[in-house]
């Protein structure tokens, strides 16, 4: 199984992981001589846009790489998803504060775990050290689901979106665009709009035709939005979240079989007295 996942970076990186499975991708940044990250400036590309923040790396993938793989994911460069298939007397010896981390995430429900740059180095060390048998057995894992998505906040997408923008011609004209895609020309629009549940960060792992799917819809929405909306900063992204949590939602009712894994995940960020990330915070 050919898998690769993106951490997607918008500047010159601190930490970098290049291995079979994982790559280090930054935007608008020519690719180093020493060939220490991936750009997404050779080949079809929006990298010059900051409007498409992280979307800048996804549709980089999408339109030039994604035929080489069967499945495909993208991490933020601060955040990424806790990928943890050590065995446990292996990671306790060599990877002493992942092993705590498996503890915690195990024990306590939470989005993600804040920790220290120390602690972030050893995680990608973690990854780094990944042999043959663990790669294989890691793609054998991940083969076991269509897609795998962050552990979601658990709270009203409406009224969630609401709390952080007072305008509802967003929320109104997001919706808009949504109805009007050609995702529903031939099929009905089964989105619950007041789901409890929001998928945020614009991370997963899917397979390549399942993500092939959700950036075209992702796409036309968001050029739905752009072409009517005065719009800056990081707004598309903010889009995209809520738009992958109603593709996915879409894709959960036709399919019910559909294999979903939730992953927590490690952040790059000073530590709070618990070191948790509550899904309200997160």
Known sequence: ????????????????????????????????????????????????????????????????????YDYIGFEHYRRPFFIDTLPARQLA?????????????????????????????????????????AIAQLKQWIGGFDVVVPRPNIENIERQWKSCFDDDILWDTMIEGVNRSLMFRTRPNLICLQMEICYFANMYIMRSDLLDEYLTFCFEVLEFCRSRLPLGGRALGYFSERLFTFWLYQKRMELPMLRVLE??????KSASPDGGISRAAA
């Open 1 to 68: 199984m050919r898998l690769k996942i993106f951490s997607c970076h918008h500047v010159r990186p601190e930490f970098t992981c290049n291995t079979e499975i994982f790559q280090t991708l930054v935007s608008n940044i020519p690719t180093p001589d020493d060939g220490s990250f991936m750009s997404d400036l050779d080949g079809i590309n929006i990298g010059g846009d900051n409007l498409w923040s992280e979307l800048r790396h996804q549709f980089f993938v999408w339109k030039n790489l994604i035929g080489e």
């Open 263 to 268: 992953l927590p995940f490690i952040m790059l």
């Open 93 to 133: 010896s060599n990877f002493r504060d992942i092993w705590e981390k498996r503890l915690w995430f195990n024990a306590f429900n939470d989005v993600g775990f804040r920790c220290n740059p120390d602690i972030f180095e050893q995680y990608l060390a973690m990854r780094r050290s990944l042999d043959v048998d």
